[in-house]
């Protein structure tokens, strides 16, 4: 664990943070980043404090997006919430949540029978049962995962490597979104390699309080990776909690060897694809198309501090128009709201994206992360895709893999 993470005293108490909150404006319980974080921690650090709202905050680094001086609000709060969890113990319900890797592993074999399964009314009275949104739409796995899919592949083969991480959204749920990261890594003459190794990139458990094991997990990845980023190959990631927690968390919050040569050599995917644009060397030979989208910026892509990539790619299309909604955050926060009850304050947050986008009339809505898409379907039933999938039809029939 990183013994210097989480300064505590860089905090002048402006109170930026708190007027941006989103949970802070949905929940009265959640006194909000500052007094939750940064105060709070003073008196915990003395032993006089335990606090159980420290459970409402999602880990949607606005506080640290917008903090002025740098502090890791959220990382510290979930390091106070792993302790408190510690002491008071925990649900059966977050585990399974934490540890969605693990689950994904077992079902996957028996898929569509779990998806079957997860549908049907019994099961969704005991997952109600152990504190499971009812009405939260539980992600269907995929019928085979991106690794699988992604072994079959025949690429060209090219003198610039790429590696993927995959994550575990797109390797069991979505592996569409790899694929056509793929198809236009190809079309722009890099290869893309998925080393063996790699396992979730350990947000779920960060979240979930299980600080040790996604430590663990974290010395695996960057293990695997260090080697590739000191060769100088770029590592991209299509999710943006995943690349948050490559470029920032595993440093952050741990102290593990490698993990700044791994942030370092990190990208997001469309981030990449933009610096591909800007050397000059993005593959333009787009077909004409005929479509309006609206764009939601993930809260882990903002927290990057690489604008938005998507609305300068997506909206150089030919006959393409793209519009940032600029609506906040969706409120789903990974696993967050799939509690029952935290669903009521997920679909809260998400009000003014639904408005906007529901006030739009548009062929889909961009986003670059798995669950915000999930939630933007669920709260709109607006069609949401991964922006790198809009840009591979782009390219196609020319580069079908
Ligand atoms: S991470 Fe998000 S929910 Fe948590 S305190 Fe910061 S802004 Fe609020
Ligand atoms: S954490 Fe940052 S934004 Fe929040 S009160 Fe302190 S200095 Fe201000």
Redesign the pocket.
């Known amino acids: 664990m990183n013994k210097n993470c989480c300064d505590i005293d860089a ?8 007027a941006l909150c989103p949970v802070a404006a949905a929940v009265r319980e959640f006194p909000g ?2 007094l939750a ?2 105060a709070a921690e003073r008196f915990r650090r003395a032993g006089a404090r335990d606090d159980a709202a420290l459970a409402y905050c999602t880990n949607c680094k606005t ?1 640290e997006i ?4 740098g ?1 890791p ?1 959220a990382a510290i709060n979930m390091r106070a919430r792993a302790e408190h969890q510690k002491k008071h113990g925990r649900k059966l319900r977050d585990w399974l949540l934490a540890h969605g890797e693990h689950m994904a592993k077992l079902a996957l074999p028996a898929q569509p029978l779990a998806d079957l399964g997860m549908d049907n009314p019994v099961t969704r009275q005991v997952l109600k049962a152990i504190g499971i949104a009812a009405g939260r739409p539980l992600p269907k796995y995929a019928r085979r995962s991106f690794l699988r899919q992604f072994g079959k592949l025949r690429q060209q083969p090219c003198a610039d490597k790429i590696v993927f991480f995959p994550g575990c959204f797109t390797n069991y749920n979505a592996p569409e979104v790899g694929l056509d990261l793929v198809a236009v890594l190809q079309a722009n003459g890099h290869e893309v390699v998925v080393p063996k190794g790699l396992n979730c990139c350990g947000l779920p458990l960060v979240t979930g309080g299980y600080l040790e094991e996604a430590e663990a997990a974290a010395k695996r990845n960057i293990a695997v990776l260090a080697p590739y980023a000191a060769a100088g190959v770029p590592i991209l990631a299509a999710c943006p909690s995943c690349g948050l927690m490559l470029k920032q968390d595993y440093r952050e919050l741990f102290a593990a060897d490698g993990a700044a040569e791994v942030a370092a050599k990190t990208y997001d995917a469309m981030e990449f694809l933009l610096e591909l644009r800007d050397a000059g060397r993005l593959n333009t030979a787009f077909k004409p198309g005929k479509a309006r989208y609206l764009y939601h910026a993930p809260c882990h892509l903002r927290a990057q501090g690489i604008g938005r990539p998507t609305l300068e790619l997506i909206g150089a299309l030919p006959g393409v128009t793209v519009a940032d909604l600029d609506a906040g955050c969706c409120g789903i926060a990974g696993s967050y709201g799939f509690k029952d009850d935290r669903y009521e304050i997920s679909m809260a947050i998400g009000q003014e994206l639904f408005a906007r986008i529901k006030a739009e009339q548009a062929d889909a809505v961009l986003t670059d992360c798995g669950t915000c898409r999930l939630q933007i379907a669920h709260g709109t039933g607006a069609k949401a895709l991964h922006p790198v999938s809009v840009l591979r039809k782009a390219y196609e029939p020319a580069y079908k893999l």
């Open positions: 905090c002048t108490a402006c109170s930026t943070c708190a980043p500052k974080g940064p506080c917008t903090c002025p001086s502090v609000v």
